[in-house]
């Protein structure tokens, strides 16, 4: 496709439950990043694929999240258990790689937890 | 490690007048520095980036930021700012990933 796409647009879903967030890239990119972004704040790095490399998950909060990556592909990023302070924008960016490059962000997944 | 702050996280200007906004990093390695927007409802959008070489760099939409290593800042700036600049910025570091500042929100009033 011609840039990062999401999906879901929209999550809402019952404390307790399990969502899963998806990741197409742009095709060619080899690295891709997950982001929170809670109701006016900052991005909070979650996790980083770099090609074949073992990712970077220092930035994932707990153990109830997990993300993995097919090849230089799709992602999914995995919540178990959600509770309310899961509430958040989750983004997805991808890039070519090299750390001069710039970061194509899709649109965002937003996720409620009631 | 790297980090980023952002001096304010709320910031107004009249139309027409100077666009300052502040961003401080730390990082063990020599960075790369990005500025960040995000138009309401939009996603983010790559503003300009320093990389090497010149450290006056020039983005899009009349915005411009200078790498002071001395100072470790990369700040923003616009001589004249527009209604449409009404915006959230982040500044961003590559380090070993890219980490982001909070943001500041910027505000036009007419």
């Known amino acids: 496709g011609a840039g990062v796409s999401q999906s879901p647009s929209n999550k809402v879903t019952e404390k307790g439950k399990d969502v899963e967030l998806r990741c197409d890239p742009i095709?060619?990119?080899?690295?891709l990043y997950w982001y929170r972004q809670r109701l006016g704040q900052g991005l909070e790095f979650l996790i980083y694929f770099q090609g074949n490399s073992a990712p970077d998950k220092s930035g994932l909060p707990s153990d109830r999240f997990s993300a993995e990556r097919t090849g230089e592909s799709v992602s999914t990023l995995t919540i178990q258990r959600t509770q309310q302070e899961d509430s958040a924008v989750y983004l997805c960016?991808?890039?070519?790689?090299?750390?001069?490059?710039?970061?194509?962000f899709g649109e965002g997944s937003r996720l409620t937890v009631l | 490690a790297q980090s980023v702050t952002q001096l304010g996280s709320h910031v107004s200007v009249s139309e027409g007048a100077l666009v300052l906004l502040r961003c401080n990093y730390s990082s063990s390695v020599p960075p790369y520095l990005f500025w960040y927007v995000q138009y309401p409802n939009q996603g983010l959008q790559l503003l300009l980036k320093y990389t090497t070489g010149a450290t006056l760099v020039k983005g899009i939409n009349g915005f411009e930021a200078e790498f002071k290593k001395s100072e470790t800042s990369f700040h923003l700036t616009k001589p004249s700012a527009h209604m449409s600049d009404a915006a959230e910025y982040f500044c961003a570091v590559w380090g070993q990933n890219f980490v982001f500042g909070p943001g500041t929100r910027l505000s036009v009033l007419p």
């Open positions: 960016a991808s890039s070519l790689g090299d750390h001069t490059g710039e970061l194509f």
């Open positions: 095709s060619g990119h080899t690295a």
